[in-house]
């Protein structure tokens, strides 16, 4: 395992990025955080701002990635991530999947640093194979309207691996299955916050379909573990990072009503166009090679995001 002394964040004010700024700095890592606010913002961060070893750049890294003196280690996570964000940014999407790709990769080819790409669980699409392990290609619709983030991480893939064959690129490809945890986005239209937000507020959980449809669910501490762990092997992956517990997206709902001592009533609405039917990944390969797995349960993980959610603002 290995110990990196600069690494560049794309997207590090994100949900997921500034969890990672955290735990670099934590373990005694200089952090760039590269970010141009479209979906996460400077308050995910602003408690870092008086670390002498962070620095954040307002920048869009589909134009140019420019970075003074050495770094070992570059986490490209900067992407919208969420259907109501993606949807909402297609090209936005498409554009950072790709040339934002290409520049950091360019990043870390110029200054010999390992590089990690953040893909997702949905490379695999609406799978036919279940549970999903990395072997499996997918079954994604490239013209449906998902298929802007779907496809956008299916070429950051194939990206990565042209730079790890044409240039001796250090490369690695994690797979990141639904996380969630403090500093998701109320608004964010995913699944979790979205029941937090309407089971907090009184208001009717929405749950698409008829909730069969199920999602596996990794807490963001985990999550970074996870990526970090990867990040400091030799791994070039693609490698699942998620937890393997598979919940209903009703069981979710009324888990989480339950857990807010809510009145709010579950309703349904129409499922998503592309809405995976199940989704679980296989983490095999990253528990033999490495040792990980989820450590924080459903339960626990849930109780730590409301209470985020309801602490008092700072004075």
Known sequence: MRHFSHAVVTGGAGFLGSHLCDRLLAAGTRVTCLDNFLTGGPENVEHLQSNEAFRLIKTDVTDFIHIRGPVDLVLHFASPASPVDYLRLPIETMKVGSIGTLHALGLAKDKGARFLLASTSEAYGDPQVHPQSEDYWGHVNPVGPRGVYDEAKRFA?????????????????????????????ADDGRAIPTFLRQALDGAPVTVAGDGTQTRSVCYVDDTVAGVLAVAASDLPGPVNVGCPEEMTVLALAQSIVSATGSRSPITFVDRPVDDPMVRRPDISLIRRELGWQPQVSWNEGLSLTLASLTAPAPA
């Open 157 to 185: 893939e194939a990206l990565t691996m042209a730079y790890r064959t044409t240039h001796a690129t250090d490369t690695a490809i994690v797979r990141i299955f639904n996380t969630y945890g403090p500093r998701m986005r």
